[in-house]
């Protein structure tokens, strides 16, 4: 018996035997799969459910229901856990939905999905305790960072670093790690942007795929939504959303520098370490996973990267690392 049979008769069992049919609902970038439940009957008041398959040799869907709760008693509008089968992967949950904010976003409806956000993005902050999420520690974030190396630069590029180049890098790492970890920690969703957030008829958002939440840098998720892989806003919109987060943030008292300028300087960092993990990541995806549908996504993420690395001295050796990746040839300076 294949999962997808094992998911069925799970499901049979948990919906008292009614009648439904499966659908793809999506896939995310991990092993796990979600199916639609179209019901013969409602069940809760609903006519579809979202069964998620985490198959626990790869994945584990405990952190997810943990972290569910968390949400939800902060007041986020997450699904709720139906019934679950831990030992086996298998969790029914209620359904936000089809509308995602990639497919709802244009100029017309961004400020005021933005705002949804940045408002739920709040509440998750404030309800932030140690002790109860891992940390977002200098060894999970150089982990990360490492993926780029390892899959963008190596496997992706096909390109030998030398030691010049080598320490570019580390030293690039340790400096945005040095900056990460003095900002102030909070609960961090992690994949805080637009095709994890739902259109909801109330308490907008609904959140998705927060399994992977962690203690971290409090930019971490306004980067995320701000400077998403999969849509692109003018920097002086960005600017613009992040201080509609950052006024209201410092008035409900969460621990953002008191000037805007230096909340902007540790979103541009953390968005730095941010996309050089991405670059890493959608290479893996597609040379060891076999998804080559973000491949499409890597040179928005690159921008963003040289973006920061142009404008703040302290990163311009990254900026001419990747004018090397990439074979540019930088422009001669001209003295008048």
């Known amino acids: 018996m294949d999962r997808k049979d094992q998911l069925a008769a799970w499901l049979k069992n948990n919906l008292d035997g009614q009648e439904f049919t499966l659908t793809t609902a999506s896939a995310d ?62 969790l029914l949950l209620s359904d936000l939905g089809n509308d995602t904010y990639l497919s709802a976003l244009n100029v017309e409806s961004a400020p005021s999905l933005y705002l949804s956000a940045t408002d739920a993005l709040i509440k998750l902050q404030l309800a932030s305790k140690p002790n109860i999420l891992a940390n977002y520690d200098e ?5 990360e960072l490492q993926l780029f190396p ?47 957030l739902m259109v909801t008829k109330q308490n907008n958002p609904g959140v998705l795929d927060f399994q992977d939440a962690v203690y971290g840098a409090i930019t971490y998720d306004l980067v995320s939504l701000l400077k998403d892989a999969y849509i692109q806003w003018d920097e002086e919109q960005v600017i613009d959303w992040a201080v509609r987060y950052w006024q209201p943030a410092k008035k409900a008292g969460l621990p953002v520098p008191a000037d805007f300028s230096e909340f902007y300087r540790d979103f541009e960092w953390m968005g730095a370490q941010r996309h050089i993990k991405v670059l ?8 060891r996973d076999g998804k080559d549908g973000y491949l499409q996504d890597m040179p928005l993420v690159l921008h963003y990267l040289r973006k920061v690395c142009e404008r703040y001295v302290e990163l311009r050796p990254m900026l001419r690392l990747l004018d090397a990746l990439e074979g540019r040839v930088p422009r001669p300076k001209y003295v008048v």
């Not at 009957?41 to 943990?66: G, H, N, W």
């Not at 096909?158 to 990460?180: G, S």
């Open 280 to 287: 890493g990541i959608f290479a893996r995806l597609y040379h």
């Open 150 to 196: 390892d899959w963008y630069v190596a496997t992706q590029l096909k390109f030998e670093l030398n030691a010049e180049q080598q320490m570019v890098l580390k030293n690039t790492f340790d400096l945005l790690n040095k900056n990460i970890l003095s900002q102030a920690q909070v609960y961090v969703h992690r994949d805080y942007h637009s095709r994890n």
């Open 139 to 143: 060894a999970l974030l150089t982990r």
């Open 29 to 90: 970038a991990s092993f796990r799969r979600y199916f639609r439940v179209h019901l013969s009957r409602k069940y809760l008041d609903s006519q579809t459910l979202i069964a998620m398959d985490a198959p626990p040799l790869q994945e584990e869907c405990a952190p997810f229901v943990k972290v569910a709760k968390l949400m939800r008693d902060a007041g986020l509008h997450v699904p709720a856990v139906l019934a679950q089968d831990l030992s086996n992967g298998f």
